[in-house]
């Protein structure tokens, strides 16, 4: 009787263990999954501010017109690239981390021309 309440105790244990484990994984995943939704929502504010300055060194007269031709194809680009992450952030789809740190690099790309 020993032996067979020591056998439905591990299997209870494994059975648990089996149960919770899932459960662990979602969360683990969800956590990611709103880091990454908040590292798209800065990476959009830090665009968006970004851009407006580049826009504004535009306007000015005394901007270096070779800077300006450089400017706009990077800018463009790192608008592309966050533009799909911004509205995946909102519906609420999963954010691969690879087009993430691609979309931060892209902008930092941008940001290094207008300093």
Known sequence: MTMKLSFLRSKAVALTAALLLPLALTACGANQT???QQSVYGLS????????????Y???????????????????KAHDQIKP??????????????????AQDA???????SN
């Open 45 to 56: 504010l830090s665009y968006a501010a970004a851009a407006q300055l580049a826009a504004d």
């Open 34 to 36: 709103v880091q990454r």
């Open 58 to 76: 535009e306007k000015n007269p005394a901007a270096d017109p070779a800077v300006v031709a450089k400017l706009k194809p990077a800018f463009q």
């Open 107 to 113: 902008l930092d790309a941008a940001r290094t021309l």
């Open 85 to 102: 992450l911004d509205e995946a952030a909102r519906k609420g789809d999963p954010l691969g981390e690879a087009a993430v740190e691609a």
